[in-house]
């Protein structure tokens, strides 16, 4: 799971929070119940010196001494069970409760990662996606083609079977996207549908839109305080399992902007690591915009797909309005 060591220290302290949460609330219940009913407590102290005198039974070969034990432990406990129902009291009130019963707030089963564990991993890393709220309602679960038809239609049901076959074959190789085509047609959305997919794996992902990213980078690179924030902020967006960078073309193009994305584009395929960039350009004017080699390294490292129709969003909206 391709998380930090500190991502990592973050989720195994909610843990310890939560199991001392748990013996905190049992040592209160226990508190209770031995200040109203007193021969609780003295059915626990009986507990302690009947195991500690079968205990040297056994030492002894008194080979009777465990089933021994065993029975007496047995009344002892329905006898305390009792005592708990006849003061109004549930017969497990003593028992911790756990977030997780499966692994008892340990985070761990068998000495693997409980599904608890699991979730708390994906939910680290949907926070650091940037896009947590986007995917609520832009996934595979919401997909419709009923919004396309011809050539369009043709062109969706491709982008769609592209994307199914890169979460398929994202642990097996090295793969990248390149989006698109006219405003509105689903670009994003199928960003956002890979993402999802893909995080729910266990992936790392961090989405940015174009003005977002470059916005930030040239913050970062001309605030003289903030170094190590860039260091930072360079190395997850090097490293993480998908970086994406939606509606390029969109932030003020200069040739710091133009440096930025080649030293991106290249720093993540020379490590293979995943990029899907969308945007309303097209490859002339993707040209024409930033450089030769940048238009070239997409056009050679990137599977190209077009997406064309009305602008959806738009359609929606005058729906909306006819209501």
């Known amino acids: 799971m391709p998380l930090t060591n500190a991502q990592y220290d973050i989720i195994l302290h909610q843990y310890e929070i939560k199991q001392r949460k748990v013996r905190r609330d049992t040592e209160q219940k226990l508190s209770y119940v031995y200040s109203h009913i007193p021969a609780y407590k003295t059915l626990d102290e009986q507990v302690a010196s009947t195991s500690v005198a079968q205990g040297k039974k056994?030492?002894?070969?008194?080979?009777?001494?465990?089933?021994?034990?065993?029975?007496?432990?047995?009344?002892?406990?329905?006898?305390?069970?009792?005592?708990?129902?006849?003061?109004?009291?549930?017969?497990?009130?003593?028992?911790?409760?756990?977030?997780?019963?499966?692994?008892?707030?340990?985070?761990?089963?068998?000495?693997?990662?409980?599904?608890?564990?699991?979730?708390a991993m994906i939910t680290l890393l949907y926070e650091q996606s940037n896009i947590h709220e986007m995917l609520r309602t832009e996934n595979f679960d919401s997909l419709s083609y009923e919004y396309y038809e011809g050539d369009d239609l043709s062109r969706f049901r491709n982008a769609v079977k592209i994307c199914h076959n890169f979460i398929e074959n994202f642990n097996s190789g090295y793969h990248n996207l390149f989006f698109y085509g006219t405003v509105g047609t689903g670009k994003s959305f199928l960003s956002g549908c890979i993402a999802k997919e893909l995080i729910e794996d266990g992936h790392s992902v961090i989405y940015f839109s174009a003005a977002g990213l470059f916005d930030l980078l040239s913050k970062n690179s001309f605030g003289y305080k903030n170094r190590e924030e860039l260091r930072e902020t360079y190395a997850d967006l090097y490293q993480c399992d998908l970086l994406i960078v939606d509606d390029l073309g969109t932030e003020l193009t200069n040739q710091f902007v133009a440096s930025q994305l080649f030293a991106l584009l290249n720093e993540r395929h020379m490590g293979k690591k995943a990029t899907i960039i969308s945007t309303n350009l097209s490859l002339e004017e993707l040209r024409d915009r930033y450089s030769d080699r940048i238009s070239s390294r997409i056009i050679s490292h990137y599977e190209i797909c077009k997406l064309s129709g009305q602008d959806i969003r738009m359609y929606k909206k005058r729906l909306m309005n006819r209501k």
């Not at 406990?77 to 008892?104: M, R, W």
Request: proline letters at 5%; glycine letters at 10%; charged letters at 25%.
């Open 58 to 119: 056994m030492l002894a070969g008194d080979s009777g001494a465990m089933e021994e034990l065993r029975n007496c432990l047995a009344g002892l406990s329905a006898h305390k069970a009792q005592l708990l129902t006849d003061a109004g009291l549930p017969a497990d009130y003593l028992e911790p409760v756990y977030e997780c019963p499966d692994c008892k707030d340990t985070g761990y089963v068998d000495g693997q990662k409980c599904h608890c564990f699991r979730q």
